[in-house]
């Protein structure tokens, strides 16, 4: 809004404009996130997408996690983001609880939410 040097009612009203287009969508934090045409986004949270780690990587029940550090690398967002999703999980009974100088381990597979295929 400083570099174009307008307020944030017309930035919010101009975002509107996009989202009825289909241009622009709005994302956790109140912010913006342009839609391209073509791209594939993955629209589930980060706590899911981690979550699916353990059977991507056929990680088993006692085996190590991936650190944060390595995560954010994979996803492409910052250390903390990652935390708070392997908080969720780590909450959700899925990973060993997080110590400094312990790596997290797998605790319980996730639940399988597709419907067999008849």
Known sequence: MRKHGVSRGVALRVFAVLQREGIAEPVPGGRWRVVRSGQDID???LAERVAEV????GLAVGEAFPSATALSTRFGVSRPTVSKALDKLE???LLSEARQGKQ???RALP???ESPES
């Open 104 to 106: 997290r381990s797998v």
């Open 43 to 45: 629209r589930r949270s």
């Open 91 to 93: 909450s959700a009974g």
């Open 111 to 113: 639940k399988r939410t």
């Open 54 to 57: 353990i059977t991507d990587d």
